[in-house]
């Protein structure tokens, strides 16, 4: 996983607005970079309606908030749609920049092994460098875990 105080790798992906995203582009301002296992699930849907709840904290802390999932585009836009989400979602369909930050490997669900997506969260500094890495992230409490972290 991305180290504190490393600079966070750049990427370019798809969004669910069908636009590229460099997180070089970003450099400035405060990025939520957040990894999550798949569209419309439970856990995910709470940590992104978490963030959607308290977006207008997120604004008045100037952060771009990034969901990242193996996706597609076109999930990310049903997603995105019924739940009203106002944050970007992006598609990582080969994990790339999961395994790039380390958030791709094995973990454990009812008792079974699976390769996925490991739940996690880099807040990244306006000058590109993790100010934080949160690994094994709780939906339900992501939203305000991350919002102590811009506060600092």
């Known amino acids: 996983m991305i180290a504190e105080g490393q600079q966070a790798p750049d990427f370019e992906l798809t969004s669910d ?25 439970p856990g995910c849907t709470t940590q992104a309606c978490g963030i959607r709840d308290a977006y207008g904290e997120f604004e008045r802390a100037g952060a ?5 999932s193996p ?13 009203g989400l ?17 958030a ?3 973990k454990e669900f009812q008792g079974k092994t699976f390769i996925g997506v490991l739940r996690s969260t880099f807040v990244i500094g306006p000058d590109g460098t993790v100010v934080k890495a949160i690994p094994g992230v709780k939906p339900a409490t992501h939203a305000d875990d991350v919002l102590a972290v811009l506060a600092l």
Do not use: C, M, N
């Open 86 to 102: 106002p944050f970007t979602l992006l598609a990582d369909p080969e994990h790339e920049v999961a395994e790039l930050y380390g």
């Open 17 to 41: 607005a069908g636009e590229t995203v460099r997180l070089s582009d970003l450099r400035g301002k405060p990025v939520v970079l957040y990894f999550y296992p798949k569209d419309d699930t």
């Open 104 to 106: 791709w490997g094995e």
């Open 64 to 68: 771009v908030v990034l969901g990242v």
């Open 71 to 83: 996706d597609s585009v076109a999930s990310h836009v049903k997603f995105r749609d019924k739940y």
